[in-house]
């Protein structure tokens, strides 16, 4: 297997595809997506489409959507209405990733077994993203379905955990 990867250090919480959880799993991860298109956002897609935000910080009002976020989060607390996960049976750390390619620490997956999954990311908004894996190796599992934005926002995190490694080596020499 010649796969290029890049050591991390992230949290990954998975479950096998047994045919019975399947669909809650797929709801789960529509749901997912669709919380990234709360009210506020959907509001700042439409202004972005009308040419309404163009003299805007983009930067800026990102920040405002992800604070709105906040606030409606705190408020659900407040109000016991908070989002529940489902309950995944595998909890294990990820020791290195690659474009299309997980490697966990340990040997915990059944070959050719297909994994819903979710990855605590420290990307920006930080969340959990959900995917779904396929097992190619006791410890290696290959990326099946995955959203847009999250696949933009891992690719881009691969290539950010790359420069450091390229850093730390030339540090070395």
């Known amino acids: 297997m010649d796969i290029r990867f890049v050591p991390t ?15 809650l799993y797929q709801k789960e991860y529509r ?10 956002g959907q509001w700042l897609k439409l202004a972005k ?9 983009e930067v ?12 409606d989060q705190l408020t659900a ?4 209405e908070e989002r529940t996960l489902l309950p995944l049976e595998i909890n294990e750390n990820i ?5 299309e390619h997980i ?9 050719g077994k297909e994994y819903y999954c979710r990855i605590d990311m420290p990307v920006f908004p930080k969340r959990e993203m959900p995917m779904f894996v396929k097992a190619i190796d006791q410890n290696i599992a290959q990326i099946t379905l995955i ?18 490694m390229i850093r730390e080596m030339r540090a070395q020499q």
């Open 49 to 57: 489409a009308r040419g309404e935000t163009k003299d805007s910080d």
């Open 103 to 111: 490697k966990l620490e340990n040997r915990v997956l059944e070959v």
């Open 95 to 99: 020791a290195e990733i690659g474009f």
């Open 9 to 23: 250090v992230l949290e990954i919480h998975l479950s096998p595809l047994t045919g019975e959880s399947d669909t």
């Open 31 to 40: 749901i997912l997506s669709d919380f990234e298109e709360d009210a506020v």
């Open 60 to 71: 800026l009002m990102t920040l405002l959507v992800e604070l709105h976020k906040k606030v």
């Open 147 to 164: 959203h847009d934005k999250d696949e933009k926002d891992w690719n881009a995190y691969v290539t950010a955990r790359e420069r450091i």
């Open 77 to 80: 607390l407040v109000k016991n």
